[in-house]
């Protein structure tokens, strides 16, 4: 998809530097790819804050995580 934005210099010059990408389109897709990952981890987080995991004994658990 071409879209045309307009964003600031300092911006896209300082994602293509963090991303270490060497094209915007690059250094865009990479951005906004990581941010909807850290999305869905910060929806996972608050899924699991509703009811989260007890666990009493981890030996169990880390057996199977031994078999593995």
Known sequence: ???????EDTLV???K????SSTITEAIT???KDWID????????KQISKKPININNGE???RINRKI
């Open 30 to 32: 990479i951005a906004l």
């Open 17 to 20: 530097e963090f991303t270490h």
């Open 60 to 62: 169990k658990i880390r």
């Open 1 to 7: 998809m071409k879209v045309t934005a307009s964003i």
């Open 13 to 15: 010059n300082n994602v």
């Open 38 to 45: 850290i999305y869905y981890i910060k929806e996972l987080n």
